[in-house]
């Protein structure tokens, strides 16, 4: 894409300037970076890029915006901490677009989160048409989410719920003491109800099938709540003779019917355990009054265009844009008085701004998505194109927008599209902050902050503030070799697959009775544009097929911890492998879902090094003296880590009118650990100086350990040698947590036939630290094993043995494969959108 440059001088007239920046790993960094123009923040992973762009510049342009806010109305930002700079002059408002996930709550949807739904009801509301002699509803009648608009059945929810004698005792074979009713808790619980029904003359030592029926059904459905003393370990004729004898119970117990303690649960626990623990004993079914549509009657009898809202939400956004069109064109409105002028007039305004709305949202490549999607189901980089599209509309002059790698998850083709849409934003006189790896992305900037030289420790610099050209004598950047060289691939010669894994009549999302062949000892990549079917194939269908097979359980879940109620069904797989399982005794699949919800969840306790520092620890001479084991050198045990702030290393400080914030553990200064147990060390360090170590770092310090530095080598090796061995798992990306776990997994003896699935592992990688990750990958397959990528990096796919394309396009018009072969074969493909990118990268 041909762009006017602009000099250095002009840029400059108006710009940001940084002094003393030293957020992270920043060493003191000062840097001019203009306004009114697309800058982009580069270096490897880790470098520094984003305490820059995000912890620094961004953090502290919310500040200056929240102190103008009344302190009230401070509690309801998520505030960012104060970055740790002297000063910055000239710093607009600013937007962060970073890589998250959207609300848990699977309430939150593609039209909410692009606030499309807001227009649709307005339209069903004043333009719709209703039913001869029904009254006008207001828009919030048309949302789920409101008292208004949800379904008097099933509240909004779309389905209802209950249990069922079968769902509460699985096996009626087992008498109650066995634990027949599986609904009741295993502990003590369970046992109490059991010990109640003993006092109130039930059998509890016959099988339940053999129980008279109206016992059952009481058990199961009362209402009741008896209260009765309660004998534990005595059985039925003992309590009895007890209660003659008057012998005082150990306690007076309340009986609680099995559904009425499983709806109860449900309702009021606040344990995420416990509440799925009791959803999988309530069966649920589509509301019979709203077919799962989840409105009441009178709002889905409104109908445009001849559907109810309800349909419209799950048409593909491409097809609503085609739908709106004819109604956006004020030539094509009806004319006349008995034609509603008004209404007329309505409909062709709200037509015309969901139609400007769509055209952005299409544009970007996300065309495919329906506005029901719920957020949770969207991938982090679908979530920012979404947010994107809804500030290229928002008409806002003289913002700074920070985006956190916008190109993540990005076909090439869709990538062309996400530049037009920032070029768009900055046209409209706001400056562009973005942190990328993308090649493309970072030829397109007007300006470059290339940080680095390398990460962790080792980066924290600004190597280069200025016009792209200027990047080229940079001798130090890493950035730099890849942008200004063709960096063509050899099409070296392909593995030989050992044996081929055929699926067929796969049906997932838009995936169609698909037959499809895998490879299988070689290094597959599946491509294609976003929303083309990639992961249902692959991530989804493939995985779960393959772990029914291997008689293993494939977990699919989300990562958020959503409510069991909310959460739609997993729509079943279609399809059976038909050929090809010999070859495969294991499957890992390496995701990006987080390695531990809490911060004393950390790469050194996921990866097991963690356990080996401890036991060096516990072996030094002072650790024998004072009888320490290894458990006293955790921050999870008791007699090892601080009392007062329990291991956390922080503590919670209320303040009035504002959030709360975390401060250092004022005890242990957030070591985490008490005095004494500080006191030991190996080599000069305590356990708090380990834990506080890069992996870098780590690996020259434990030099003479050839286990832990075999460990600490792989993590480098897969690029992640910046990252702390104590840095909290809720700190990690996704990429991260990925690569933590390909680490992990590196760390164990090959035994050749396993088939390794990754979706995107590029995800977050500066292309430097993708040949780092390529060489790990290929050793797999070396070994004898099978790996298949989800992927868009042109230099991953040309490296590959295999390539299978997916398209056309995306969503419906998707689900097809397209080409598949060796990637010189793929790029010959006329049918094909990757091709002409794949042909690029070879020579």
């Known amino acids: 894409m041909q762009k006017d440059r602009h000099t250095e001088k002009e840029y400059l007239e108006q710009f940001v300037r940084v002094k003393g920046a030293r957020e992270h790993n920043l060493k003191n960094v000062s840097v001019d970076i203009p306004r009114n123009a697309l800058v982009v923040f580069t270096g490897v992973s880790g470098s520094g890029k984003s305490s820059l762009a995000f912890g620094t510049l961004y953090a502290e342009a919310q500040r200056r915006y929240l102190e103008s806010v009344s302190p009230y109305a401070r509690r309801l930002f998520n505030q960012m901490s104060v970055p740790e700079v002297d000063d910055i002059e000239g710093l607009p408002p600013a937007v962060a677009l970073q890589q998250q996930r959207g609300g848990v709550s699977t309430l939150s949807s593609v039209g909410s989160v692009t606030t499309l739904s807001n227009l649709l009801r307005m339209l069903y509301s004043r333009a719709g048409d209703y039913p001869e002699g029904q009254s006008i509803l207001y828009a919030e009648s048309f949302s789920p989410n409101t008292p208004d608009g949800a379904c008097p059945e099933c509240h909004g929810l779309g389905r209802v719920y209950e249990v069922t004698e079968q769902s509460m005792v699985p096996n ?143 048409e593909p956004l491409a097809r609503l844009a085609d739908l709106f069109r004819p109604f956006a064109a004020p030539q094509n409105q009806p004319e006349g008085t008995d034609a509603q002028p008004e209404k007329a007039l309505v409909k062709q305004r709200i037509a015309e701004d969901l139609v400007a709305r769509l055209n952005v949202i299409l544009d970007l490549g996300l065309g495919y998505l329906t506005l029901e999607r719920s957020t949770p189901t969207l991938s982090p980089g679908e979530l920012q194109r979404l947010r994107l599209a809804t500030q290229v509309r928002s008409n806002l002059f003289g913002v700074v927008y920070v985006l956190d790698e916008p190109s993540a998850g990005l076909h090439p083709a869709d990538t062309e599209a996400l530049l037009r849409a920032l070029d768009r934003l900055k046209a409209a006189g706001n400056s562009l902050f973005v942190v990328e790896h993308e090649i493309d992305v970072i030829r397109h900037a007007d300006w470059i902050v290339d940080v680095g030289p390398a990460a962790g420790e080792n980066g924290g610099q600004v190597l280069y503030s200025g016009l792209p050209e200027g990047l080229k004598s940079v001798k130090e950047s890493v950035t730099r070799r890849y942008v200004y060289s063709e960096h063509r691939i050899e099409a070296e010669p392909v593995r030989e697959p050992k044996g081929w894994l055929q699926l067929q009549g796969v049906s997932r999302n838009n995936l169609n009775n698909l037959e499809v062949t895998f490879p299988l000892g070689v290094f597959t990549s599946v491509t294609g544009i976003s929303g083309s079917g990639k992961s249902s194939l692959v991530s989804q269908v493939m995985v779960e097929l393959v772990a029914k097979s291997l008689g293993v359980k494939a977990d699919l879940s989300a990562e958020e911890e959503t409510d069991p109620l909310e959460t739609t069904p997993a729509p079943v797989t279609g399809g059976h492998i038909t050929s090809g399982l010999e070859l495969i005794k294991r499957m890992v699949v390496v995701d990006q879902k987080p390695i531990g919800r809490t911060p004393r969840s950390n790469l050194a306790t ?111 090796q897969v690029g992640l040698g910046y990252l702390r061995l104590g840095q909290p798992a809720t700190e990690l990306s996704g990429g991260e947590a990925q690569r933590i776990k390909l680490a992990t997994e590196l760390q164990r003896t090959q035994h050749g036939n396993t088939l390794y699935i990754l979706d995107e592992p590029t995800t977050g990688l500066h292309p430097a630290d993708v040949e780092k990750l390529m060489i790990q990958l290929q050793g797999l397959v070396d070994a004898g094993n099978t790996v298949i990528v989800v992927e868009h990096d042109m230099d991953v796919i040309a490296a590959s043995d295999f390539v299978i394309d997916m398209g056309p396009d995306a969503g419906q018009e998707g689900g097809r494969i397209v080409a598949s072969g060796t990637p010189a074969s793929v790029s010959t493909s006329k049918y094909s959108k990757t091709a002409p990118y794949l042909k690029k990268r070879l020579k």
Request: one cysteine or more.
């Open 606 to 716: 996921y990866t097991g090094l963690f356990d080996q520092m401890r036991k060096l620890f516990a072996a030094t001479p002072m650790a024998k003296a004072r009888k320490y084991d290894a458990g006293r050198f955790s921050f999870n045990v008791a007699k090892g880590r601080c009392l007062h702030c329990e291991g956390e290393g922080f503590v919670m400080v209320e303040l009035l009118f504002l959030p709360s914030v975390y401060a250092p553990c004022p005890t242990c200064q957030g070591t985490r650990y008490n005095a004494k147990t500080l006191e030991v060390t190996y080599g000069d360090k305590n356990i708090a100086d380990i834990l506080a170590m890069t992996v870098d770092e780590a690996y020259e310090f434990f030099a003479e350990e050839p286990l832990l530095g075999r460990s600490l080598d792989v993590i480098r």
């Open 172 to 314: 009626p074979d087992l008498t109650i003491r066995e634990r027949a009713i599986a609904a009741w808790p295993t502990a003590w619980g369970g046992q109490n109800q059991r010990d109640i029904l003993t006092t109130m003359g039930y059998d509890v030592d016959i099988p339940w099938k053999d129980l008279p029926a109206d016992t059952r059904t009481w058990i199961l459905f009362t209402e009741e709540q008896p209260v009765v003393p309660v004998y534990p370990g005595l059985d039925k004729d003992q309590v009895k003779k007890a209660i003659k004898a008057k012998q005082p119970p150990d306690y007076m117990g309340t009986f609680t019917g099995v559904k009425r303690y499983v709806m109860q649960t449900f309702a009021t626990t606040q344990s995420q355990l416990m509440k799925k623990r009791v959803a999988q004993y309530m069966l649920s079914a589509a509301c019979p009054l709203c077919q799962g549509k989840r409105l009441k009657p009178e709002s889905l009898s409104v109908k445009f265009a001849g559907l109810d809202i309800a349909e419209m939400a799950r």
